[in-house]
């Protein structure tokens, strides 16, 4: 085919690998990220909207439902950094996101690498992992952070509750 007759990424084409690299080029909005990471029959596409999309419910979604592994491991790693503060994403749309996760991995990320300090003390309370409580409490940079980790420390061995063979967090 000649260079001048070749079909350029096009979100609505019928072939997958132009829808693919329609996103890859940035030629896709939000609204048609949402709409190929919610309905395209291609994974390919579906990961590749999950990659670039900025919708934290659509990505919960898909990282929890999709049926392709590699879609849903793309929402899980961009749920992650998004939730954490990879992105300009209001704080409190992000706090209502963990709130509503029940991911413990994601959960424990927000609590070791979140960018706000009230983020990751927001994650806190829903930890039961001693060790990374421990970490916390031992090496965040933030004094209220610090302190809310070893508040939940004490609780838990209080409680007495083995962490072992448990998600890391508290479904409570």
Known sequence: MLPWHRRKPDIHAKDPALRRAAIS???AGQNALR??????PDAGVREAAARRLSDLVLLRQALESDADERVREAARARYRQLLAGGDDLDLDYRLAALAACCNGQIIAHVARSAREPVLREAAIPRLTDRQLLGEVAAHDENASVRASAEQRLRALNRRGQADEGTSGVDSS
């Open 25 to 27: 080029a940035d030629l």
């Open 35 to 40: 709409r190929l990471l919610a309905a395209d």
